[in-house]
């Protein structure tokens, strides 16, 4: 099972990390692969697998109260960290804060979980994206740039704006357009559900392929303390965490798995992404490259279990 599972993400992250290692797929294309994934296909594959299900089958309290309240408590703890023992700015610490509390749910995440479970993992991806989109990423975004702004500037100004940029998200979109079906219990058109459906199958070979043109001119050279402490809360502290809250709302043993597999998973590319926006790119690199090599190890472990948790 480990193997089956393993091989396939392994291989598709190591043909991206070749193709563009020898430049047989330029930069812009790695990027413009990235695009299309977060735009077209993971939204096309979240609108068609929610679209077909009932209200009943996605919406699960226990599972997003416990990701959500353990992703917002590792925030807290990693901001308070960064900003008080390791002296970082509001920026910085708003921004790194994300790096330690936020998975690569988008990417690798998709590709897993619907080897896993095929498209009953839409529900799994929708709340937890959730949680990510509306919750870690908004968070960061209002301290990022209340640590650039002036004195003088609102907070109501600067939430109002984050929000809207959020709700532009095409997988925020999705996912309210899902549930929307969901709840007017309306039935996508066969013609449209076989093209979202076409679409969505593109998104886990590509993301994976992704992962791997995207570790070209990263490295470990400059690992500080701060690099494992980073690395540490995400991928160790995160799924113990989640691990823990799930298992003290007595949830499914799949959902416990699933959720503890996603809290494992490493940082995403998009911490990388918005730390280099910031100016914070020398702390964040490191950790994010260190967390991708640590994340695997870790899944894979975890992954052992999916026998039991699964069956």
Not at 49 to 62: G, M, R, T, V, Y
Not at 234 to 240: E, I, R, S
Not at 277 to 303: D, N, R
Request: charge should be positive; charged fraction near 5%; aromatic fraction near 10%.
């Amino acid at each position: 099972m480990l193997f089956t599972i393993l091989f396939p993400i392994c291989a598709v992250v190591f043909l991206g990390y070749i193709a563009a290692r020898t430049q047989f797929i330029t930069p812009s294309l790695i990027t413009a692969m990235s695009q299309f994934v977060m735009k077209i296909s993971l939204p096309a594959f979240l609108l068609q697998a929610l679209a077909s299900k009932h209200l009943s089958d996605i919406w699960s309290p226990q599972y997003f109260i416990a990701y959500a309240g353990g992703s917002l408590l590792l925030y807290g703890a990693v901001f308070f960290c960064c900003r008080y023992f390791f002296k970082a700015s509001l920026t910085e610490s708003g921004v790194l804060a994300m790096g330690g509390s936020m998975s690569n749910t988008g990417f690798i995440g998709t590709a897993i979980l619907t080897l896993l479970i095929g498209s009953h993992s839409a529900i799994y991806l929708s709340l937890t994206l959730i949680v990510e989109n509306l919750l870690i990423v908004t968070l960061m975004l209002i301290l990022a740039e209340r640590g650039l702004q002036a004195p003088g500037t609102t907070g109501k100004s600067i939430l109002t704006g984050t929000l809207l940029r959020i709700l532009k998200n095409p997988v925020i979109l999705s996912i309210m357009l899902g549930i929307l079906c969901i709840l007017l219990d309306i039935q996508l058109p066969e013609l449209l559900s076989s093209t979202l459906k076409m679409l969505g199958q593109t998104a886990s070979p590509l993301a994976l392929f992704v992962i791997g043109g995207s570790l070209i001119g990263m490295n470990l050279s400059s690992l500080t303390a701060f690099s494992w402490f980073l690395t540490a809360m995400k991928v160790l502290v995160m799924p113990l965490l989640i691990f823990s809250l799930l298992s003290a709302f007595d949830v499914s043993r799949e959902m416990l798995f699933i959720g503890t597999l996603l809290a494992a998973l490493p940082m995403p590319i998009a911490f990388g992404i918005f730390a280099q926006h910031y100016g914070v790119q020398e702390k964040a690199l490191p950790p994010l490259v260190l967390s991708t090599l640590m994340g695997f190890i870790v899944v894979a472990v975890i992954l052992t279990q999916s026998g039991y948790f699964l069956s």
